[in-house]
């Protein structure tokens, strides 16, 4: 039987299947890390003996009710609850939290493997198997990156959207129309699962027009990008009102402002209906930002949901008044909180309930009163959270005793900083994008909300990437002013007169 025309350009397509000596050599080259990615897959398997199936949190619930009555929610985005609804058959949270750690691990996989691509580094050298995979080791073994992965939240699987769409664009030395628009595709989705993310596609956008691959790419990546997010903007306000993501920024933004926002010094640039949003509250005395969405009494004076449309404006309008007036408290605020990121030590915040959740409980988790017939329907498991011994205690030990310090983290940006100023002729290089990313996932929340912990752990793998970049730079750097130069490869000068006939030796 002959081969049709059709099957041999699709063989030539993909690639050569590797032979059995193939396979032993690619994984001698890369068995630091293959070993690695086998004690991570371990401590998961471990975490889910202990934790039963998964770890529920308060943004669960509202998660799983969107995927089993699909809508366009004002406060939780479309993305995670679809991927909800794509493993909604197996009617296992035990599923989904295997799928996340697998997410976890990909992303790890994904970042090695682009670490060891040679044109990513001044003289096109490649860090060997053993760096690139102490880069990603935080991935691979942080506590509170395991613990995370096993809630039910959208985190893992934006992080492996972005890690991907990064890693696109980088792959080659010029990236092609393909890998562009794939980009910009992966980047919709994370958007329309963590809005965090549309600043990342802008960064994107960005670092394209610097490394000068074409407007007509850049205009392809962007298209990608805004079609679909544009087509759920439009889902978004058949139901909603409103074109948008979410109806979540005005009062976040305004909840930001709580902090420090005095109503005595707006003048009277503030409009009669929204006074009552202002706190006579001493600042000093008043709680984290996220009460002011939740629990204190400001927004709840006003009638309708938390988010509705004109409670949004309203919110958003006395924040932008009080960064107005206050720019200086503003910007402490921000730098209070900005400041929390690279601690050494994790002190409880923002309050001990929230900081709970980040932690690996020692007793068995109820549903939340009234939700068990709802998550009965995802998965008809009797507890939200069954905790096995002596699995449990070990995740819980492991947790306290392996996570990366903020401190360290700093140095890894402050690495990522010098390599790009290092590399300021070609507008900092390729580090460019990766700490680009780090940097926005960990200045937006403190800026536009408040600080937490959580929000930390998506930009650490690109400050990582961004500092492993930095340091090759630097050795290739420190190789070549160590190299003898073309006339002193010859060994010292010769005395006039004295000269002997050079031969080429060919090895």
């Given at each position: 039987?002959?081969?049709?025309?059709?099957?041999?350009?699709?063989?030539?397509?993909?690639?050569?299947?590797?032979?059995?000596?193939?396979?032993?050599?690619?994984?001698?080259?890369?068995?630091?890390?293959?070993?690695?990615?086998?004690?991570?897959?371990?401590?998961?398997?471990?975490?889910?003996?202990?934790?039963?199936?998964?770890?529920?949190?308060?943004?669960?619930?509202?998660?799983?009710?969107?995927?089993?009555?699909?809508?366009?929610?004002?406060?939780?985005?479309?993305?995670?609850?679809?991927?909800?609804?794509?493993?909604?058959?197996?009617?296992?949270?035990?599923?989904?939290?295997?799928?996340?750690?697998?997410?976890?691990?990909?992303?790890?996989?994904?970042?090695?493997?682009?670490?060891?691509?040679?044109?990513?580094?001044?003289?096109?050298?490649?860090?060997?198997?053993?760096?690139?995979?102490?880069?990603?080791?935080?991935?691979?073994?942080?506590?509170?990156q395991i613990e995370l992965e096993h809630l039910l939240l959208s985190?893992?699987?934006?992080?492996?959207?972005?890690?991907?769409?990064?890693?696109?664009?980088?792959?080659?030395?010029?990236?092609?129309?393909?890998?562009?628009?794939?980009?910009?595709?992966?980047?919709?989705?994370?958007?329309?699962?963590?809005?965090?993310?549309?600043?990342?596609?802008?960064?994107?956008?960005?670092?394209?027009?610097?490394?000068?691959?074409?407007?007509?790419?850049?205009?392809?990546?962007?298209?990608?990008?805004?079609?679909?997010?544009?087509?759920?903007?439009?889902?978004?306000?058949?139901?909603?009102?409103?074109?948008?993501?979410?109806?979540?920024?005005?009062?976040?933004?305004?909840?930001?402002?709580?902090?420090?926002?005095?109503?005595?010094?707006?003048?009277?640039?503030?409009?009669?209906?929204?006074?009552?949003?202002?706190?006579?509250?001493?600042?000093?005395?008043?709680?984290?930002?996220?009460?002011?969405?939740?629990?204190?009494?400001?927004?709840?004076?006003?009638?309708?949901?938390?988010?509705?449309?004109?409670?949004?404006?309203?919110?958003?309008?006395?924040?932008?008044?009080?960064?107005?007036?206050?720019?200086?408290?503003?910007?402490?605020?921000?730098?209070?909180?900005?400041?929390?990121?690279?601690?050494?030590?994790?002190p409880i915040y923002p309050d001990p309930k929230t900081y709970s959740?980040?932690?690996?409980?020692?007793?068995?988790?109820?549903?939340?009163?009234?939700?068990?017939?709802?998550?009965?329907?995802?998965?008809?498991?009797?507890?939200?959270?069954?905790?096995?011994?002596?699995?449990?205690?070990?995740?819980?030990?492991?947790?306290?005793?392996?996570?990366?310090?903020?401190?360290?983290?700093?140095?890894?940006?402050?690495?990522?900083?010098?390599?790009?100023?290092?590399?300021?002729?070609?507008?900092?290089?390729?580090?460019?994008?990766?700490?680009?990313?780090?940097?926005?996932?960990?200045?937006?929340?403190?800026?536009?909300?408040?600080?937490?912990?959580?929000?930390?752990?998506?930009?650490?793998?690109?400050?990582?990437?961004?500092?492993?970049?930095?340091?090759?730079?630097?050795?290739?750097?420190?190789?070549?002013?160590?190299?003898?130069?073309?006339?002193?490869?010859?060994?010292?000068?010769?005395?006039?007169?004295?000269?002997?006939?050079?031969?080429?030796?060919?090895?």
């Open positions: 039987m002959t081969e049709s025309p059709k099957w041999r350009k699709l063989q030539k397509m993909l690639p050569p299947v590797p032979d059995r000596a193939g396979l032993l050599a690619s994984a001698r080259r890369h068995r630091v890390f293959l070993a690695l990615l086998g004690l991570a897959l371990l401590l998961r398997i471990i975490t889910l003996l202990g934790y039963r199936w998964a770890i529920w949190f308060p943004d669960s619930y509202p998660y799983v009710d969107v995927a089993l009555h699909p809508r366009p929610d004002p406060v939780r985005t479309f993305g995670y609850p679809l991927l909800l609804m794509v493993l909604r058959p197996l009617h296992s949270v035990g599923a989904v939290v295997v799928v996340q750690h697998l997410m976890g691990l990909a992303a790890a996989g994904v970042l090695y493997a682009l670490l060891r691509r040679p044109h990513l580094f001044r003289g096109k050298r490649a860090l060997p198997g053993w760096a690139a995979a102490l880069a990603v080791t935080p991935v691979l073994f942080d506590g509170n985190d893992t699987y934006f992080l492996l959207l972005v890690t991907a769409a990064a890693a696109l664009v980088l792959w080659s030395p010029k990236p092609s129309a393909r890998q562009v628009v794939a980009a910009g595709l992966l980047l919709s989705l994370a958007i329309i699962t963590r809005t965090i993310g549309t600043p990342l596609l802008i960064i994107l956008l960005v670092f394209l027009v610097i490394r000068g691959v074409g407007w007509r790419l850049v205009a392809g990546g962007l298209a990608a990008a805004v079609v679909p997010i544009a087509a759920y903007c439009g889902w978004y306000a058949s139901e909603n009102g409103s074109f948008a993501l979410s109806g979540t920024d005005g009062v976040f933004l305004y909840s930001r402002t709580m902090t420090f926002a005095d109503c005595d010094k707006f003048g009277d640039r503030l409009p009669v209906d929204a006074y009552a949003l202002c706190d006579s509250t001493p600042p000093e005395q008043r709680p984290v930002s996220h009460f002011y969405v939740w629990e204190e009494s400001q927004i709840f004076r006003y009638p309708g949901g938390i988010f509705a449309p004109y409670k949004s404006d309203l919110a958003r309008t006395f924040a932008k008044e009080a960064i107005v007036a206050q720019p200086g408290d503003y910007l402490k605020a921000f730098l209070t909180d900005f400041g929390r990121t690279f601690r050494w030590d994790r959740y980040y932690v690996f409980p020692e007793e068995t988790q109820e549903y939340w009163p009234g939700k068990a017939d709802m998550a009965a329907q995802y998965d008809d498991q009797s507890t939200a959270t069954r905790v096995v011994e002596p699995y449990a205690g070990f995740m819980r030990g492991y947790q306290k005793a392996v996570h990366l310090p903020g401190t360290v983290l700093g140095v890894l940006l402050l690495i990522g900083l010098g390599g790009i100023l290092a590399r300021w002729r070609s507008w900092g290089g390729v580090a460019l994008l990766p700490f680009g990313y780090a940097m926005a996932l960990l200045v937006i929340p403190p800026a536009t909300v408040l600080f937490d912990y959580r929000y930390v752990l998506p930009a650490v793998p690109f400050a990582a990437v961004a500092a492993a970049i930095a340091l090759r730079d630097l050795d290739a750097w420190r190789r070549s002013r160590g190299a003898p130069d073309a006339e002193g490869a010859s060994g010292p000068a010769e005395p006039e007169g004295r000269k002997e006939p050079r031969v080429a030796v060919v090895s």
